[in-house]
């Protein structure tokens, strides 16, 4: 694994980057001697400092785990990465991760969410993450609704200079364009996997092939989609800003 560099991105002592991703510090050190993180790079007075791409890595660990994976288990996914991964490709991998799992929400308070972001908070930064779907306002102040497998990405997104708008903007394209796949895609799966399902008087090898496509059906069209939209955006960003 490579170690990380300032030209990654943002640099964190071993406290830093436990508060940063919700962690202890104990948690970070036990995950650099099982090989799950990388070493950090040795400064001077020998503090380690830790970038962008351990606090990547330690997100997909985390989310890995809450799937129910084993150590042993996340050991193996990781192996199975490419050693060069960015810190915004392993966030790929947690987004495409949480998707996994069903939708879930937690309340929580002001104090909590600014821990667990690792920041103050203005009003600005609430409405921005509100916008982006990381959160929604309650009846009761400083309470919050919160998709806990957004806020990381959330926060990072606060720093980016995009106007609030711009935000809702984006957010009621891809939603709208993200409903259209949905709806075709299971009048697709309605009509030729349930159909012929009905069609066949409900037999057994048919029911069981049917019932493992639908367990498997949500991470593949899901990773189906997020490539198709990371290339297609790659290609139309390089036409956009291509030069003259």
Partial sequence: MEQASEAQGAVYTVDELAARAGVTVRTVRFYGTRGLLPPPVIGARRVGHYGQDHLSRLALIEEL??????????????EQLPPDLSAQDLAIHRALVASWAPESAESITRRELERRAGRELTERDVDRLAAMGVLDRTAEDDTFRLDGALLRLGVELLDVPIEHETILASRTVLLEHARAAAQELSRLFRDEVWGPYRESGEDPDHLSAMRSLSAHMQPMVVQALLTAFQRSLSEELRTAFRRP
């Avoid at 785990?65 to 990781?78: D, F, H, K, P």
Wanted: charged fraction near 20%.
């Fill in 65 to 78: 785990q809450r799937q129910g994976m084993t150590l042993a288990a996340i050991e193996r996914y990781l």
